[in-house]
């Protein structure tokens, strides 16, 4: 039996991330790692990294100066902090990171992490800081160990697809995860199962590009997500199904099909458009246009009609006019969504809308258009949420709330809901009479089961 020893990692970024964070430590197990959730005193310290905008990139280092001062502290009383980087920053940035920061043990890739038990070996012996961005020809799926650490709670990640061949001009994922890659499709289901087996009753698919899923099955056939979500929800006990992230291009019809006839796959959809004009969305290489957008969300509500929407969109993208920003306004007045996620422009190097000289939006433009797209998202978002008011609401708890006596959970069209209930109620689906209905969230009483209602909080009150 391995010494104990105490890891902390911290991720930052997408749920592949926090996915991945999960794997990492499962691998890291047999070694003697649990996991901690303080990096005050950890034998290793991982950071898991998002490269996907500037902002993201910079925070790593930073927190990489703050473990430094942790990392001599431990050293003082005879230690040793075994300190990573890994993720996207990790791969692009590679041993670059060791030179502003040489207190880095190792630095590896979205794809190696299976390899980590001989990574940790070689830092431990202390031969020089570990560079590992390799993208191995084996998948790291089919060498992490089968049977991991308990989920977490009654909602889990399953990554069943990496990668994405799209290269839209502004995004470093083609580059950092590498090229779209599909797990075949008994693991996925036997990774389903376990989870299920385990207390789990919602599943979240994760993909950089998750519609573009093309699993082979055991009999040589290629499964689509379709297909794999009517598979999954044959598992009982598995409740609630979804999928994220999405390209409009990899919706297709089996898919849109499954919307209208799998009541396991929850009436929410985060399917990016980044832009509402056609121009710009030809610059940003999306290969659709703001009506082929409309027709797929047209024909998503023909077969779901009850189907909450929500979106990536980017202001600021190099050569973007008044015109263009007006046209995606227009277009979200059209679609109507229940909740967006809205970023500036952040140019990446290497990718090719970085290159395009003396056609960059200027900052203080890039700003205004990303408070008035906000503006806007947000109308839509409180909108959507009133008309939960007066609606029963099913609401799987996964959280306790900061407020004594809390309980929070995810409606269908993923709202944060809050009640006041029972502990024992969390990790079940519960019917919630909503009251309340908040920016970010909603609030209610519960009213299935034995009465356990009591006011909810007339404020908003976030977990
Ligand atoms: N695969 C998804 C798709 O097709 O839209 C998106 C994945 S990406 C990790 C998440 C979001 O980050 C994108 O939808 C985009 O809005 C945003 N993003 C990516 N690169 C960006 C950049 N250079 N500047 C600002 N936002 C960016
Ligand atoms: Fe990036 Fe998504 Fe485009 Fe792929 S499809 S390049 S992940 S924005």
Not at 20 to 49: C, F, H, K, W
Not at 141 to 166: I, R, Y
């Amino acid at each position: 039996m391995a010494l104990k020893k105490k890891l902390f990692i911290k991720t930052y970024g997408c749920q592949m991330n926090v996915y991945d964070s999960d794997r990492m430590a499962d691998v890291l197990a047999p070694l003697g790692y649990e996991p901690t959730d303080q990096p005050d005193g950890a034998d290793m310290v991982i950071l898991n990294t998002c490269h996907i905008r500037e902002k993201a990139s910079e925070k790593v280092y930073s927190e990489l100066g703050r473990i430094r001062h942790l990392q001599n502290e431990k050293a003082s009383g005879g230690g040793r902090m075994v300190v990573a980087v890994a993720g996207c920053v990790a791969q692009a940035e590679g041993a670059e990171i060791m030179m502003r920061a040489p207190h880095v043990d190792m630095v590896f890739g979205p794809q190696t992490y299976h390899q980590l038990p001989e990574m940790v070996t070689r830092a431990v012996r202390g031969a020089g800081g570990v560079v590992n961005t390799d993208f191995p020809v084996e998948s790291k799926f089919d060498l992490l160990p089968e049977e991991s650490a308990k989920p977490q709670g009654p909602a889990a990640f399953l990554s069943v697809q990496e990668g994405c061949d799209k290269f839209c001009t502004f995004c470093v994922v083609p580059y950092t995860r590498g090229s779209e890659y599909s797990r075949p499709v008994g693991q996925v289901l036997n990774e389903a199962r376990r989870l299920v087996s385990h207390g789990v009753r919602e599943i979240t698919l994760l993909g950089q590009n998750v519609n573009a899923f093309h699993g082979e099955a055991a009999d040589g056939s290629v499964w689509g997500l379709g297909r794999l979500i009517r598979a999954l929800a044959e598992i009982d006990g598995l409740e609630r199904i979804r999928y994220t992230t999405s390209h409009p291009r990899d919706m297709d019809d089996d898919l849109i099909d499954a919307h209208g006839t799998v009541p396991q796959l929850m009436p929410f959809l985060h399917l990016p458009v980044q832009s509402g004009s056609d121009r710009i969305l030809a610059a940003m290489n999306r290969k659709h246009t703001g009506d082929d957008y409309r027709r797929l969300i047209d024909r998503l509500r023909t077969r779901q009609p009850d189907l909450a929407l929500s979106s990536d969109f980017i202001t600021g993208f190099p050569g973007e006019t008044d015109q263009d920003f007006a046209d995606t306004l227009r277009l979200i007045n059209d679609i109507g969504f229940a909740q967006a996620y809205s970023f500036k422009y952040s140019a990446r190097p290497g990718t090719p809308a970085a290159g395009l000289e003396g056609r960059q939006v200027d900052e203080k433009v890039k700003d205004e258009r990303l408070q008035a797209v906000q503006q806007l998202l947000n109308a839509q978002q409180v909108a959507f949420n009133q008309t939960m008011i007066g609606r029963t609401l099913s609401v799987l708890f996964d959280r306790v709330g900061k407020l004594e006596g809390q309980l929070l959970g995810r409606s269908a069209y993923m709202q944060s809901v809050y009640v006041q209930a029972p502990a024992r109620l969390m990790g079940q689906m519960v019917d919630v009479h909503v009251t309340g209905a908040f920016a970010n969230s909603l609030s209610g009483h519960v009213v299935t089961g034995e009465t356990v209602t009591q006011a909810a909080p007339a404020v908003e009150a976030h977990a």
